[in-house]
């Protein structure tokens, strides 16, 4: 069955940085571009980043453009999201999300992670 | 950008109500919207796809409906176990993901 674990969340001052990551098992990491998703306390969910299934293309919102990259090992079938120069507002609940169908631009999303939480103060 | 927006923000019911939800795009996403079922400290799950294509294994008192700008989501007799927050989601933008701000169904 398809599984996805975040870890790496954690407690940083503001204009530090983390490293997230998300171990992915049960279907082929290299058919699915992969996502990943907020959600601050309380709020609602907010589309943070995606990289294709060829780690060709990624793709960031406004709001953390310039600051967030988004990468993937397929040997280790695993997703990262380096998070720099971080700022209160991106506290939050950080998920993986997988998308429904392979090789598609389709990006509805069937299988999510756990989340990690990411806590940004001084 | 394409901007969501869902409403009611918050829907009182009864077990057994039929429910509905809106969700509106600022402009066309063609049939590219999903909905999504999220209850407290759970990650969200995917309820319907394509506009009105049910997820396999969600119950087929829900149903999703729309195309264009406006979409709805029905649950056709509210069960216990679907008080929770509902999201609406647009993938028509290849570059571009957007929820919608969410809906609280909650119990009457």
């Known amino acids: 069955q398809v599984q996805l674990v975040e870890s790496g969340g954690g407690v940083v001052q503001p204009g530090g940085s983390l490293r997230l990551s998300c171990a992915a098992s049960g279907f082929t990491f290299g058919n699915y571009d992969m996502h990943w998703v907020r959600q601050a306390p309380d709020k609602g969910l907010e589309w943070v980043a995606v990289i294709s299934y060829d780690t060709n293309r990624n793709y960031y919102s406004d709001s953390v453009q310039g600051r967030f990259t988004i990468s993937a090992d397929k040997s280790k079938n695993t997703l990262y999201l380096q998070m720099n120069s971080l700022r209160v507002e991106d506290t939050a609940v950080y998920y993986c999300?997988?998308?429904?169908?392979?090789?598609?631009?389709?990006?509805?999303?069937?299988?999510w992670g756990q989340g990690t939480l990411v806590t940004v103060s001084s | 950008d394409i901007q969501m927006t869902q409403s009611p923000s918050t829907l009182s019911a009864s077990v057994g109500d039929r429910v509905t939800i809106t969700c509106r795009a600022s402009?066309?996403?063609?049939?590219?919207l999903a909905w999504y079922q999220q209850k407290p400290g759970k990650a969200p799950k995917l309820l319907i796809y394509?506009?009105?294509s049910l997820q396999g294994g969600v119950p087929s008192r829900f149903s999703g409906s729309g195309s264009g700008t406006e979409f709805t989501l029905t649950i056709s007799s509210l069960q216990p176990d679907d008080f929770a927050t509902y999201y609406c989601?647009?993938?028509?933008?290849?570059?571009?993901?957007?929820f919608g701000q969410g809906t609280l169904v909650e119990i009457k």
């Open positions: 989601q647009q993938y028509n933008t290849y570059s571009r993901a957007a």
């Open positions: 999300a997988k998308v429904l169908k392979g090789h598609s631009s389709s990006w509805c999303f069937d299988h």
């Open positions: 402009q066309s996403i063609t049939r590219w």
């Open positions: 394509d506009a009105s």
